[in-house]
């Protein structure tokens, strides 16, 4: 997968969110936990971008920490969501898998890049 397709898959991950978001009641624990799911999946998609425009090895891990970061809260956010039962766990099944999916794509890139950083 490149870079290219990675992106998309996070800005396409940061889209279903806001489908998720919407669909809650409104209610004062969902409106806070829809806030930060929101804020995380969007940055996580933000900082893989802006990672992708890294001058340098150094700049390019640091925003991908920030990713790493983000798109592992975001995966909280969701799996709060069905441990409250604030959302049937079917319906965010595979948003969840495929924030999985992400960090495990991030964390994987994170030690190739570490790798190559020691090496130099």
């Known amino acids: 997968m490149n870079s290219e397709e990675l992106k998309n898959r996070f800005k396409l991950f940061a889209y279903r969110t806001v489908k998720v978001c919407e669909s809650l009641k409104p209610t004062i624990?969902?409106?806070?936990?829809?806030?930060?799911?929101?804020?995380?999946?969007?940055?996580?998609?933000?900082n893989y971008r802006a990672a992708t425009r890294a001058q340098s090895k150094r700049q390019f891990l640091a925003k991908l920490n920030i990713s790493l970061?983000?798109?592992?809260?975001?995966?909280?956010?969701?799996?709060a969501l069905t441990d409250l039962k604030l959302i049937q766990p079917e319906k965010l099944t595979l948003l969840i898998d495929e924030s999985i999916e992400l960090t495990k794509i991030?964390?994987?890139s994170k030690?190739?890049?570490?790798k190559s950083m020691n090496q130099s």
């Open 69 to 79: 970061e983000e798109i592992d809260e975001s995966t909280f956010w969701l799996e």
């Open 111 to 114: 030690n190739t890049i570490r």
């Open 106 to 108: 991030l964390s994987a």
């Open 29 to 46: 624990t969902n409106q806070i936990i829809a806030k930060q799911l929101l804020r995380s999946a969007f940055s996580s998609a933000a």
